[in-house]
């Protein structure tokens, strides 16, 4: 079992930076594809990103693409998200997430591939 802790999330004002940090515990942590989701009061959790077991190809949504970065360091156990060009509709509880399988190429953006989860950080960007 893999557990997952964000941490980064704040408040800012449109245009600007975060940068999220999903430490991870467990055997298998840096073997699984790593995933970002969020979720904006109301609506569904939505995929952000995903980034395969080596730290290679990488996989966005249509809303983030271009804006944020995912990446990781195995050696660190550590995934991140850096938002650039932050807009009001970014604002979400963000959460990491690891795909239940291992040394996976395959990068997917629905929610049931993934079997562990953090408890999420609030980004709030204002207007």
């Known amino acids: 079992q893999v557990q997952l802790v964000e941490s980064g999330g704040g408040s800012v004002q449109a245009g600007g930076s975060l940068r999220l940090s999903c430490a991870a515990s467990g055997r298998t942590s840096s073997r699984r594809p790593m995933g970002w989701f969020r979720q904006a009061p109301g609506k569904e959790r939505e995929f952000v990103a995903a980034?395969?077991?080596?730290?290679?190809?990488?996989h966005y949504s249509d809303s983030v693409k271009g804006r944020f970065t995912i990446s990781r360091d195995n050696a660190k156990n550590t995934g991140y998200l850096e938002m650039n060009s932050l807009k009001p509709e970014d604002t979400a509880v963000y959460y990491c997430?690891?795909?239940?399988?291992?040394?996976?190429?395959?990068?997917?953006?629905?929610?049931?591939?993934?079997?562990?989860w953090g408890q999420g950080t609030q980004v709030t960007v204002s207007s």
């Open positions: 997430a690891t795909d239940r399988t291992y040394y996976s190429g395959s990068l997917y953006s629905s929610a049931g591939q993934y079997d562990s």
């Open positions: 980034i395969t077991w080596s730290g290679g190809p990488t």
